[in-house]
Nanobody, 128 residues
Framework: VQLQASGGGLVQAGGSLRLSCAAS????????MGWFRQAPGKEREFVAA????????YYTDSVKGRFTISRDNAKYTVYLQMNSLKPEDTAVYYC??????????????????????WGKGTQVTVSS
């Protein structure tokens, strides 16, 4: 399993970024996918998840209404559209998956350490 996140960068508060996570080495359409983030000095935390077919999504409260997770199973890619960015969104963003999680909500309510597969993160920095 390989996951490669990209699309991070430096943006001003109120701006937007779109992260992508390219997957390979497994049957992508069978897995729920998630985005997590880790700010300096803080615990890694869940951001958003999407079910195997894109039929359901789940978000942490702090990003609801601002972030949108989506996926393209034909392209083996999951996306995170981030709008109205805030300085507190600054973090390294990771995509992750695990065969045990089929639903977005279950992925979002389970400890992040339960995810078996992680990509290298992409840095998002939001300036005030």
């Amino acid at each position: 399993v390989q996951l490669q996140a990209s699309g991070g960068g430096l943006v001003q508060a109120g701006g937007s970024l779109r992260l992508s996570c390219a997957a390979s080495g497994f049957t992508f359409s069978n897995y729920a996918m998630g985005w997590f983030r880790q700010a300096p000095g803080k615990e890694r935390e869940f951001v958003a998840a999407i079910s195997w077919n894109g039929g359901s999504t789940y978000y942490t409260d702090s990003v609801k209404g601002r972030f949108t997770i989506s996926r393209d199973n034909a392209k083996y890619t999951v996306y995170l559209q981030m709008n109205s960015l805030k300085p507190e969104d600054t973090a390294v963003y990771y995509c992750a998956t695990d065969a045990a999680f089929m639903s977005a909500q279950r992925m979002g309510t389970s400890p992040w350490r339960d995810m078996d597969y992680w990509g290298k993160g992409t840095q998002v920095t939001v300036s005030s």
